[in-house]
Structure formats: C-alpha cells, structure tokens
C-alpha cells in the first residue's frame, strides 16, 4: 500500500538525468569551450590573411583558368606511373600482411613473442605517415618510383595486417574444433577453417588499401618519390597555374577512376 | 571398444564437471547420453578425443590410450574418432565435397588439401557415402546453401569419412525441428548397424533416445547414474536424472565427503 502511494507520486516527475549528471554536462562543455578558445588563442592567426582568402582564392582561380592541356602527354604518363606505385604497392603490401596478421591475431599466433613481433610491425608500420616512409626512402633508393612503392608498401603492411588480423580474430571457431576433431594439422585447419572464413575480408581490405594508395600516392611526388606528384610540385614551383589545374583535375579523375573500380571490384566479389 | 574409466574433469579450481566416471561402449551399439544442462555430457564426449583436456583417468580405445599421447600422437589419433556436432561446423563457403573431404585432412597430403586433388578412392567412399544420405546431387553447392537436416548430413559424412572406430555426435538434432531430428535419429542407428560403429549421442529428446537406442546412459552433475535398456528407464529414474539443482546436489557431496 504504502509503495504504491508513494510510486503515485513520483509517476509525474521524470528526467534524463539527475542534477548531478546535468552539473557534470554543463561542465563538460564549458571545458571544450575553454579549451577551443585556448587552442585558437594559441596559433596566432593572421587573421588579415584570413578575410583576404575569398579574394585571394577568385585570384588564383582567375589565373587557373583555363585549364592548360599543352603538357598533357607527359602528365598522362605520370598518372599512369602513380597508378603503377599504388598497385604494385599493395600487391607486395598484400604478401607481407598475411603472416604479420597471422601472428597478430590472438587466436592464431604460435605464441606470446610472435603475437608481440606482430604488434610491434603493425604499430610501427602504422604510426609512420606515407609521408615521412616517403622522405626516408628517397633517402636511401634516391628519388623516384622505388622509394614511391616502398613508402606506400610500409605504411600498407600495418593497415591490411591490422584489419586481417582482426577478420582472422573474428572467425567462427566452430569448423577449426570439428578439423581438430579429425586430427586436421595445424597448417591445414588454417588452409580450411580460417582462409574461407577470411577471404570477403581479406578483398574488401585489399582493394579499399589500394583506394587508399591511389591517393596516397599522387602526393608522393612533393617529396621525389616518382609519380603526379613530381609535375605538380613542378608546375607549383614555376607558378604556372594553368598546368597546376590540368594535374587536379588529371587527378581528380584518377580518384574518381579509382573509386568506380573498386565499388565494381567489392560488388563482384562479395 | 571405448572404455572409461576414472574420467575426472575440472575447470579451473571449481567443482569437478565429470566426477570418477566409467563407461564402456562396445561393438555396433547406439548409445544415448541423458541429463541435464551442465551434467557434464558435453564435456564427456569432449574429453574422449581430448578436444577438452581431461584432469585425470583412462581413455581407451581399441588399445590405445588417449590420455597419455603427446600432440602428434593425438592428432593420429583422433583420426580415429569421427565427431558431429549440434550447429554442424562446416564450413559454409566450402562446397559439400570440399567438407566432406575436410574429414581426411588427417591422411592426406598439404598440396593435396591446398590443391583439392584429393585421393581417387576418397573421392568414391565420399561419393558412396553422400549417396547412402541422400545428398550426393549436393557436391557442388555451398554448405551454406543447404537446410539444416542436409548439412548436418554433410557434417555425418565428414565424420565417416574418417573411417572412424567410433563415432561421437554432440545433440546432433538439437538444431533441427522435430521430423528432420527422427530422420537425422534414424540414419545414425542405421549406420551404426551398417558399418559396425558404435555411437554414442548426446541428446536432450528423452523420447526419441528411447526410440532410437540401444542403451541409455543417465547422468546427473558429473557421475552416471542410469545405464541401462531404454525399456528399463522408468518415470522415477527420469525424474531423478533430471531433478533437483545443482546446489543441492553439491551439498550432498559435500555432506559425504
């Protein structure tokens, strides 16, 4: 008797969250506010320069225009080179993956060192940026298209190792007990159990790391390692704009061109 | 012939899940295991091809021990046990013929397995047998494709395919509705006469082990405590295989010991 009384009461009252919690919310955002305010008060914006963009960027776009095609047969032929880093890139990303992601994944790595190398790969490969595997490589290969491929290949390994790893950590474990029933070796349950199970992910990752690379790699040439990028700097360097906005638009066609393949490749294969 | 004996199980520092037990199974005999959730039926059948690692006793089987053999040993050795499972874990982006060969990967070579030119002789026993279950016109298709009576069809065949000299089956009708689970019931008593292989089921259906059994083994919170014919299972002894909670019985033992 005495609860349900005391349960009418209540019924009128309800609220998502209690004082406390609204006290900690309003705190909350107060902080990210100050902590925006602090951040912007501590880049020291021109910001001259900031109100002049919109002038500044109808210029440059005035002196774009048109796009000038004259260099168009050796910017083809450095898209094509781009394309060729991306691919070979991740094919050879792809075969140095699969044993890293086979030791790093916990239900298949042979023991707590091979797991630990395994890691190490994947968050060394993975903290770098293309970027700076480039400026490293073009230190050791010298410029052009091998350091290119190397850069791309070194940050891939962490990417795909990373994903199949997990693919390989998600699995049924229900057919790797019925192979094990049958005295299946370790290397044949793998063969049956887990490459099956694996392979939609395995595709989906390799061809969206390729996505990825094809981009990845039109920059590539800011820092000599071969590609569109080699034309672009050069073009920027020489303030010769039009030829500047041939090259993004060559390579806006490529990311477009690379995004349709592989929209059609994931749709085939899964 | 499959002989038990003193077969422990424990889990971490817990109470025993098999306590002692003894059983032996001989000849074509199909013999169904009763109890209920968490008696330690599973973990029976698990512990005879050491897919769960006893913690003490004797396996035997035809000779050879199961307990004591290192891991190659083991893995020869369990060859010798074909095993069916409740949700069938095939593979279900492999075809039919694929998973059924999956149940000679003990014999056969890697390139052979990596390359699926699988033994001329295998492939025939694989034909036999998959005509012998009704699901030969099936080889091509993906185990996914199947319903759930054909793949667990697909889930005997592996196991014969063994050529095993027992064969284990886990509630192989717990995930099949009520005619699939009597047909699936009916094939295994057959094959077992077939091909002088004794069976011994896991099951939940009390009605259909009766029907389909050659002998019914009770077991309550580890220990058995009905081996019998199916005629002799009376009502008392259901309702004391299948009574009481796990708390009661635990203090029992606690009282005796």
């Known amino acids: 008797m005495m609860s349900s009384q ?36 501590s880049i020291n914006v021109i910001w001259e320069w900031v109100w002049d963009a919109p002038v500044q960027m109808g210029d440059l776009f005035g002196r774009m225009m048109p796009p000038d095609p004259s260099n168009l047969p050796s910017i083809l032929e450095a898209i094509w080179q781009t394309v060729n880093i991306a691919t070979l890139a991740t094919m050879f990303a792809v075969v140095v993956a699969l044993p890293v992601a086979y030791i790093s994944a916990q239900n298949t790595t042979p023991n707590r060192v091979t797991l630990w190398i395994g890691r190490f790969i994947l968050v060394s490969s993975r903290s770098v940026n293309t970027i700076i595997w480039a400026l490293l490589f073009v230190a050791i290969f010298g410029p052009g298209i091998v350091a290119g491929i190397v850069a791309i290949m070194f940050r891939s390994i962490g990417f795909l190792g990373k994903l199949l790893g997990e693919a390989i950590e998600e699995i049924d474990t229900k057919p790797v007990e019925a ?92 | 012939m499959l002989k038990i004996s003193k077969l422990t199980k424990r889990y971490g520092s817990g109470d025993p899940v098999l306590k002692e037990l003894d059983l032996t199974v001989e000849g074509d005999q199909l013999t169904s295991v009763i109890g209920s959730s968490g008696a330690g039926k599973s973990t029976l059948l698990r512990c005879i091809n050491r897919l769960v690692e006893p913690t003490s006793g004797s396996i035997d089987l035809n000779g050879t021990e199961f307990t004591t053999l290192n891991r190659r040993d083991l893995r020869h ?16 982006r492999l075809t039919v013929m694929e998973n059924v060969q999956s149940g000679r990967l003990g014999y056969i070579s890697t390139w052979a397995a990596l390359t699926r030119r699988y033994p001329r002789e295998d492939i025939r026993h694989a034909y036999e047998l998959m005509e012998r279950v009704g699901i030969a016109h099936y080889a091509d298709r993906r185990a996914d494709e199947l319903s759930g009576g054909e793949r667990q069809r697909v889930g005997v065949v592996r196991a014969l395919m063994q050529r095993p000299e027992i064969l284990l089956a886990d509630e192989p009708t717990a995930s ?6 009597e047909q699936i019931m009916s094939l295994l008593r057959d094959l077992a006469s077939e091909l002088k292989l004794p069976v011994i089921i896991n099951i939940h259906n009390v009605t ?29 002894e259901m309702d004391e295989i299948y009574a009481g909670v796990p708390a009661m019985d635990r203090a029992e033992v606690g009282a005796v010991a």
């Open chain 2, 176 to 181: 099949l509705d009520p005619k699939t689970s």
């Open chain 1, 6 to 41: 005391s349960m009418q009461q209540t019924l009128d009252h309800w609220s998502r969250f209690t004082l406390q919690q609204r006290l900690m919310r309003y705190g909350g955002f107060a902080l990210t506010l100050l902590v925006v305010a602090w951040a912007l008060s």
């Open chain 2, 77 to 92: 050795a369990r060859r010798r046990i074909g095993m069916v499972f409740q949700s069938f874990n095939l593979i279900d």
């Open chain 1, 179 to 270: 192979l094990e029933a049958c005295g299946a070796s370790r290397f044949k349950i793998v063969l049956y159990a887990i490459v099956p199970q694996v392979m939609p992910a395995f595709f989906a990752i390799a061809i969206l790391r390729w996505d990825i690379n094809l981009r990845e790699s039109t920059v590539l040439g800011l820092v000599g390692a071969g590609g569109i990028g080699m034309i672009l700097q050069g073009a920027i360097d020489t303030f010769n704009w039009p030829e500047v906005s041939m090259v993004l638009l060559t390579i806006l066609a490529l990311v477009v061109f690379g995004e349709v393949v592989s929209s059609y490749l994931r749709k085939k294969i899964l």
């Open chain 2, 208 to 236: 259909e082990a009766k029907e389909y059994s050659d002998r019914i083994v009770g077991m309550r919170y580890g220990r058995i405590i009905f081996d019998d014919l199916p005629s002799k299972l009376t009502q008392s």
